[in-house]
């Protein structure tokens, strides 16, 4: 570590960011999840923590609060490749269940392809709890890097039964509250309302959602704990001359003292973004979603970790594009910062 210069060029040695750090020597682990099995549209963003982690090299390291990732350590864990193979096969079942479905074949819930992706949902699940729960007591700072928006469940029941009370603030084009979806009981787009039924979430402040179904923003007005910044409602607020440093005092206002921040990077703008599973127009920009992470360390709330989901890939094989990998690595980058700072 005496020798690492952080303005050298960055080598491809495995480590995210090219970072000389081990699992022992850092502050921050990564736990990847090549997972994507029930994504309604685009698939490929199984292949996100990989394509983050390739495209981490090319980044420079000063961060203007100061922060020196290269002295506090990220590490990230090697990819598991029997999640990469369950995914696979998972994938091509619930593919073809979605097919019949917007084809309007017969199609029961109760169907063996239907039950056989939600038993490995679950046991995925499961599987980032207990991976969650090791990191946490090993004293480490975590985020979790999707796959699709369902990855994190496990991770957010594992802080539920950490914290008496935390509140998660969600960046996503998506509300993601469906009861279910497509018959999967943990899709993608249920994450939140399957993490609502944790008893120790206290608050699920939502930002950037413009792509929504009726029954959500029912439920969205219903519940008190749930509070959502629809895209909308900030392009108006922001048209009329209010400042976004404003908006985001007023988003964050409501959280508790901890807070987990969820990463969906559909939130963005779709030119920073193309090949994430669900693009949607309109979207924050990459200064404003910085601004508000940065605006929610300032707050002096406690960030008990975070996640980074739905970096899709360009899968052109004439002329592939790493942009979408660029901009999560960049995003990934201030979220650790984040982190970090939250925590000193």
Known sequence: M???????????????????????????????????????????????????????????????????????????????????????????????????????????ETSPSVKQVNTSCEDLKNWVKDQAKKILDDGKLLGLIGGDHSCPLGFIEALNDRYDSFGILQFDAHADLRETYENFTYSHASIFYNALKFSNLKNLTQVSIRDV????????????????????????????????????????????????????????????????????????????????????????????GFDLCEVGIDKRTDNPSDWDANVGARVLFNLCTALHNANI
């Open 2 to 108: 005496e020798k690492y210069d952080p303005n050298d060029v960055g080598l491809k040695n495995g480590h995210i960011f090219s970072l000389p750090h081990t699992y022992e020597t850092s502050e921050i682990i990564l736990l990847p999840i090549p997972w994507d099995a029930t994504v309604s549209y685009n698939d490929g963003t199984s292949n996100g923590p990989e394509a983050i982690l390739e495209a981490s090299s090319q980044l420079d390291f000063y961060h203007p609060s100061g922060a020196k990732i290269w002295e506090y350590g990220v590490y990230m864990t090697p990819i598991n490749e029997h999640w990469k193979n369950v995914n696979k096969n998972t994938r091509a079942l619930a593919k073809t269940h979605i097919d019949a479905l917007e084809n309007e074949a017969l199609v029961v």
């Open 213 to 304: 179904s009726p029954k959500e923003v029912a439920l969205i007005s219903n519940d008190i704990r749930i509070n959502t910044y629809y895209d909308w409602n900030l392009k108006r607020a922001l048209f009329h001359g209010e400042t976004w440093d404003s908006l985001c005092t007023k988003i964050i206002e409501p959280l508790p003292e901890n807070i987990y921040l969820s990463f969906d990077i559909d939130a963005l703008q779709p030119s920073l973004c193309p090949n994430t599973g669900t693009p949607v127009p309109g979207g924050l920009s990459f200064e404003e979603a910085i601004h508000l992470i940065g605006a929610v360390v300032q707050s002096g709330r406690k960030i008990i």
